[in-house]
């Protein structure tokens, strides 16, 4: 029994089965040298060629350098891109694809300049690189299998299985076909080379090159440049194989040549054994030693409807047409135009698509050359499709199943181990495209097993969806239980909460009249401070005010649950209607209640996150009360326990940083909207310019406190801070929903960071907010009590039922303002 | 004759007996957890969780099935998910009672610029494929979409699309004669 | 500019359906000659009107199944169909009795089951089969090989007998005017001589017996043995059914021979005698109703052969040919779910 080296050096070959013999026709082709074409004008560069995705390193006018790097990316299979000649990017398009679909894919199109100038190029000696050196320059030179898979070469010349057999494929057994025979014959000793690099990266025990017994004049030369090689003595051979379709696949080759099979589903370097074209092997050495990326190839022009058949040296990514144009393309009315070989090459209906790294030949046969389209017939189960497969699978199972659509039956008759070589439909005498139903069962099962992964994935996060929401809702139950809890027990000492609502105001009013500069708050506050004062006073009371306003609608809003606090925000927009000459004592009222929701919240989160420090700042507070004012302790604890049982709602909310940039985002938008309410009523109401000024410095105080209690809170417990967000928040929004991403961050960037195009955003969103006021105004019956008291008239409107349409109009119109935001800053 | 009755009794009652104990201890012995239909009808489901067939789901739905409900509820999966439930639960197929869905798989797609950041898309959506948040755009995951359609009847600006899934050359599925095909003869007379 | 498309492979080779079934009756005119030579001029008028039965019940019935008639009809199938019925058939039987035949093959046991290509059983063995239970008499009736009463069976003989006698046929069950000119074949008569005590070797004494297998017997299987070697050499057909059959009856009938030679006709008997190689090579061939792959068609042939010897030797019918195709067609699905070839880089089949 002899080894399987002793085998392979005797050059034994063993039997694969099935397969077929059609007419080679190889002699249309294969008498003359391969020769260059002239330049095509433009040139169509699929971007990415190989793998996935690319980024693209060039732009529409750039111009380019032949070989210069196109495409930069790094996926698995991805391969780089290169232009195939120099010239001029002139668009960069979807172009219809070098595919069977013909679907268009993106292309770059490149105007040649004629020069044909290389880029530099960086030559090297294979021996002074390392092999992932070596691998590298591979990989960047963007080579990949040149007999028609374009699979990667880096990938299998980096594998990690030992290796060691290495076949390289001359085989070509389809008919027509040539380029790789003249390869062999005119470039044996570059070829070589390319084998003596293969040689040092997988160092195998033997390399074969196989070649089929039509190409005599191949193997001749073949084995000449191996005896002038400097591979190791008898470690390469050229073995000559039997001609028969398809040897030249890589499974039956491997088949022939060792008699061992891959298994399915496996690569070959499972048994040690890598295939590799003479093609690459060429292209291979191109790269190394010239530093040439692969941007062009040998392409067989053949068939009888062209005139000067032959091979042709073509820069990847030259136009069909242009090429056609040149070898003499003459079609027939019922032309098919092939690429590839006759058997598994796919036609093409358009010729304006490029040649690719695994375009191999054109294929133009008259009418006679080909067989005629024939109507498939019902199939009489012969049996010679089986006795033709060379995977020895039952095709006209296959075929039973697949008419049927029963995809999964024909799978379990391993339809996945089909190579796709015609051989069945070439036997058939009832003319059924076979391959074509195969194909199509492939596609579907590959499809169905896709969709089955997507359900799977939806169903997972349909469950943790429904999970989600049963938590959230056990423990929003749990919130409001502990908050109605709480806000009895708050009942009972509610002069406890006006001793801290008193406080607060106190503390409010001492910030203010320190004057100090203005502590930004969040990002809002520091962009309003970078403006002019008046506005930013403006904005800073809209904003306290807004953010009353909210807290009122909030206690309201839950209303049923709480009837005491409601009433009390119904008290305090009375106080509000009433007492509009004491604009100074309301705005303090106002003030206080903010900050005695402060204090409440800090409080609050005491109990969730201890803090000794907010206990303490809240019993400091208290000690140094100075009761006043009953009615405003009222409203203030309205205020504060609606906020409280916000804060429960939301807190619930497992990330708060996520929410804070669009929260921030929000408060701009309700601050300016409200800037302009403000300002514009007071035109027509009794509140003159010294009231606006108290305001001011109210609302000044206020982003004082907050600013000093959020630096307090910042020295102590960083845990607190990411509370802190979601405690404003409340004050703002309603039903803030979770969610998962937030891709918009970028978007309340923008805003924010462009002052001037927010400030142009603003006005639009200002107007609009306040032509639906205007309307919502009109609609009223207290039309005097709105002119003499604008502000809190909205306030107490929009506290009432507020009208729906309304609510969309500003809406709509808060997009449109955002939008044009964004598009200025596109625009500059 | 008595005899003879008596004996048939008794070999009658004994071979009850002894029958029902096999059936008793099979019943223990071979006992199913859970129930595996259940299982079965929902892995044949699209898992849309579109909601369509009137379950808030596909798994309720898979439960009805189980429990007798009919097979034809389900227009995502169309006329193939019925006919596979119809075997699976040894019923006889019945058309779809809902016009079924064209056969092309289809994603949403909100127009961004329109969206005014209402969240109710999200809120609808059953699995989560919709990310944004209040008052900014949001936007649909393209690949975690099941095209349940669920979220454009929220959506109070309408901008919501049903887009069908593009073709690429990765999910191409062969089907050559779907090309359009324009004859030699045209072009020729055109030049 | 825009080009033609279609699914790889963009050539194929010439051989198609049609031209299979062509070949495949040509292939039958050695032993239709033969068969002719021995038994007279009946067999042509049986051919003719099995054609043309045949055509026309398909030509009606495709029109009835919105298929189309001009295509299918130029796939010759149903002239194979025909031939082989019209073959099997004593030359002699009435034309209704083959009119009934065709008209049952073609309709119901082809084209109920979807045309070609779908049916279950071999058309022309499934005719015969219903022929041969409906009709024994008529069915057993076989032409006398005598040379003299050959040469009775003229052309206008055999177009009186054919057509005009039917009633008589009918009536009497017999037909007087073709006594003389008509007997049991070889096998019915060793079957009702074994039944009845008579040892072999006084059978095979009798004149019928002349010749190796019975006289003209021998001769139209050989010549079907030779048309199936040609169509063998043309690669119409594949080796493993036809060898199946043979080997498989060959070793069972040398068994049988050895075991008792006394209640056991001789191989060569089995092989040349009744429908044999008709079958062997005709019949068991077709793609449609055999196993499809080598090994299953190698079952399938041997099943064929062993069934033919079990019912000829134990069963109560002279010949088998037609019940053994019959079982094996209906084990045709079984074999193929049970005999799949390992594809390539498979460890095992299945």
């Known amino acids: ?828 | 004759m008595i005899t003879s009755i008596f004996v048939a009794v008794a070999v009658l009652t004994i071979v009850a007996i002894v029958f029902g104990i096999i059936l008793g201890f099979a019943a223990d012995k071979f006992k199913v957890e859970g129930n595996p239909i259940i299982d079965q009808v929902e892995a044949l489901l699209p898992q849309t969780q579109c909601g369509q067939c009137g379950y808030p789901g596909c798994r309720p739905y898979a439960e009805a099935i189980a429990n007798g409900d009919k097979v034809n509820k389900c227009p995502p999966g169309g006329t193939a998910t019925m006919e596979k439930l119809a075997e699976l639960m040894g019923v006889d197929p019945e058309p779809l009672n809902q016009e079924a869905q064209e056969a092309v798989k289809k994603v949403a797609y909100i127009r961004e610029d329109e969206c005014i950041g209402c969240t109710k898309c999200i809120q609808a959506c059953p699995v989560d494929a919709i990310v944004g948040t209040g008052k900014l755009m949001h936007t649909v995951i393209a690949k975690d979409c099941t095209g349940c359609d669920l979220c454009v009847e929220p959506c109070p600006v309408d901008c919501i699309d049903m887009l069908p899934v593009q073709t690429t050359l990765k999910n191409w599925d062969w089907k050559l004669n779907a090309i359009p095909v324009t004859l030699v003869s045209d072009s020729q007379e055109e030049k | 500019m825009a080009f033609k498309i279609a699914s790889s492979p963009h050539v194929g080779n010439t051989l198609q359906t049609a031209k299979v079934m062509q070949r495949v009756a040509l292939c039958l005119l050695p032993g239709i000659a033969a068969q002719l030579y021995f038994f007279g001029f009946g067999t042509l008028f049986q051919i003719a009107i099995a054609v043309i039965t045949a055509y026309a019940a398909e030509a009606v019935i495709l029109a009835m199944r919105n298929r189309p008639i001009k295509s299918t009809l130029a796939d010759n199938s149903a002239l194979v169909t025909a031939l082989l019925l019209a073959i099997a058939i004593p030359p002699l039987a009435p034309w209704w009795i083959i009119v009934i035949g065709t008209l049952f093959s073609i309709i119901i046991v082809k084209h109920l089951y979807g045309g070609l290509g779908n049916n279950l059983f071999n058309p022309a063995m499934a005719g015969y089969v219903l022929l041969l239970i409906s009709f024994p008499v008529q069915m057993t009736d076989w032409v006398s090989p005598m040379s003299a009463a050959q040469q009775s069976v003229t052309l206008s003989y055999a177009w009186q007998v054919v057509f005009d006698s039917a009633s008589d046929i009918l009536l009497a069950g017999h037909n007087l005017a073709i006594d003389g000119t008509t007997m049991a074949t070889p096998l019915d008569t060793l079957k009702t001589d074994l039944s009845m005590g008579i040892t072999t070797h006084e059978s095979l004494a009798k004149p019928i017996f002349s010749g190796m297998a019975g006289l003209g017997w021998f001769e139209v299987n050989f010549a079907f043995l030779i048309g199936g070697l040609i169509m063998l050499k043309l690669k119409v057909i594949r080796w493993q059914i036809s060898v199946g059959i043979l080997s498989a009856l060959f070793l069972c009938s040398s068994f049988g021979f050895l075991l008792n030679p006394d209640t056991h006709v001789s191989p060569i008997m089995h092989l040349f005698s009744g429908g044999t190689m008709l079958a062997a090579f005709f019949i068991a061939t077709d793609p449609v109703t055999a196993a499809t792959s080598a090994r299953g068609r190698i079952i399938f042939g041997a099943m064929i052969g062993v069934l033919i010897y079990v019912i000829r030797t134990f069963g109560g019918y002279p010949d088998a040919v037609a019940f053994a195709v019959l079982l094996a067609n209906m084990c045709a699905p079984f074999i193929d779910h049970y005999v799949r070839p390992r594809a390539y880089g498979h460890r095992s089949g299945s």
């Open chain 1, 1 to 828: 029994m002899l080894t399987l080296l002793e085998q392979l050096d005797k050059g034994s070959l063993w039997q694969s089965p099935g397969g077929i013999h059609p007419p080679e026709l190889k002699e249309l082709s294969n008498t003359q040298a391969i020769s260059r074409l002239p330049l095509a004008k433009h040139f169509i560069v699929p971007v990415p060629q190989v793998g996935e995705q690319a980024r693209l390193l060039i732009d529409v006018g750039q111009t380019v350098l032949k070989g210069q790097l196109l495409t930069e990316g790094n996926g698995f299979l991805y391969l780089p891109v290169h232009a195939p000649t120099s010239g001029k990017v002139t668009d960069i398009k979807p172009v219809a694809s070098n595919h069977a679909s013909g679907l268009a894919v993106l292309s770059i199109i490149i105007e040649a300049d004629g020069l044909d100038t290389w880029c530099q190029l960086n030559a090297s000696d294979p021996n002074t690189l390392s092999h992932s050196e070596l691998i590298f320059k591979i990989k960047q030179a963007g080579i990949s299998g040149m007999g028609g898979a374009t699979f990667p070469t880096h990938i299998k010349l980096n594998t990690a299985s030992e290796i060691g057999l290495v076949i390289i494929n001359g085989v070509e057994c389809e008919p027509y076909i040539t380029a790789d025979d003249r390869l062999m014959r005119e470039h044996s000793h570059e070829i070589l080379k390319g084998i003596e690099i293969i040689h040092r990266l997988l160092s195998p025990q033997r390399i074969i090159i196989a070649i089929e017994d039509n190409k005599p004049e191949a193997a001749k030369a073949m084995q000449q440049a191996i005896s002038l090689s400097n591979l190791p003595a008898n470690s390469t051979r050229v073995t000559v194989i039997p001609t028969k379709y398809p040897s030249g696949g890589e499974k039956q080759l491997i088949q022939i040549i060792t008699g061992k099979e891959v298994p399915s589903g496996c690569l070959p370097s499972q048994l040690g054994i890598v295939v590799q074209n003479v093609g690459t092997a060429y292209a291979i050495q191109d790269a190394i030693y010239f530093g040439k990326p692969l941007i062009e190839r040998v392409v067989t022009f053949t068939g009888k409807n062209i005139h000067q058949p032959g091979n042709y040296w073509l820069p990847i990514g030259t136009p069909i047409t242009a090429a056609l144009e040149r070898v003499g393309f003459q079609p027939s009315t019922t032309q098919k135009l092939i690429i590839g070989g006759p058997m598994m090459g796919y036609a093409i209906n358009d010729t304006y698509v490029p040649v690719l790294k695994g375009t191999n030949c054109v294929l133009a046969p008259s009418d006679d050359e080909i067989s005629p389209d024939m109507d498939e017939k019902a199939c009489i189960r012969c049996g010679e499709c089986a006795l033709a497969c060379p995977a020895l699978l039952l095709p006209q199972q296959l075929f039973w199943h697949a008419k049927a659509e029963e995809y999964d039956k024909a799978a379990s008759f391993n339809l996945q181990d089909c190579i796709e070589c015609g051989c069945c439909s070439y036997v058939c005498p009832s003319d059924i495209p076979l391959v074509e139903y195969y194909r199509i069962a492939k596609s579907a099962l590959r499809i169905a097993a896709e969709e089955k992964v997507l359900a799977e994935q939806a169903k997972l996060r349909f469950e943790a969806r429904l999970q989600r929401l049963e938590d959230e809702k056990i423990a929003r139950e749990a919130k409001a239980k502990a908050a109605a809890e709480k806000r009895q027990a708050n009942m009972k000492s509610s002069d406890k909460d006006a001793v801290a609502a008193a406080m607060a105001r106190i503390a409010a009013k001492k910030a203010a009249q320190s004057h100090e500069v203005n502590q930004p708050v969040n990002t809002q506050s520091d962009k309003a401070v970078t403006e002019t004062t008046d506005k930013k006073t403006a904005v800073s009371a809209a904003i306290a005010r807004a953010k009353a306003k909210k807290a009122a609608q909030t206690a309201q809003s839950h209303s049923s649950a709480e009837n005491n606090p409601s009433q009390a925000e119904s008290t305090a927009l009375n106080e509000q209607d009433n007492i509009t000459t004491e604009v100074m004592s309301q705005k303090d009222r106002i003030a206080a209640a903010v900050a005695r929701a402060k204090a409440k919240k800090a409080a609050q989160n005491n109990q969730a996150n201890p803090s000794v420090l907010a206990v303490n700042n809240v019993s400091e507070m208290t000690t140094s009360d100075d009761v006043k004012n009953d009615k405003k302790a009222k409203v203030a604890a309205a205020i504060a326990k609606a906020k409280a049982k916000k804060l429960h709602q939301t807190g619930s909310t497992d990330n708060a940083t996520e929410i804070e940039p669009t929260e921030t985002h929000s408060v701009i938008i309700t601050a300016t909207n409200n800037t302009v309410i403000t300002e514009k009523p007071v035109t027509g109401s009794k509140i003159d310019a010294t009231d606006l000024d108290k305001k001011a410095r109210v609302a000044l105080a206020i982003a004082k406190a907050k600013a000093k209690k959020s630096q307090q809170k910042d020295d102590k417990i960083i845990g607190y801070e990411d509370q802190h967000p979601l405690a404003s928040r409340s004050e703002v929004h309603h039903n803030e929903p979770i969610s998962t991403d937030i891709d918009t961050e970028s978007v309340a960037d923008v805003v924010l960071n462009d002052p001037e195009k927010d400030k142009k955003a603003r006005i639009a969103a200002a107007v609009a907010k306040a032509k639906a006021k205007q309307l919502q105004q009109t609609e009223t019956k207290n039309l005097e009590l709105a002119l003499s008291n604008a502000a809190s008239q909205a306030d107490n409107f929009d506290s009432a039922t507020l009208d729906k349409k309304a609510k969309i109009a500003a809406a709509v119109a808060k997009a449109k303002a955002k939008k044009l935001a964004l598009q200025a800053d596109k625009k500059d």
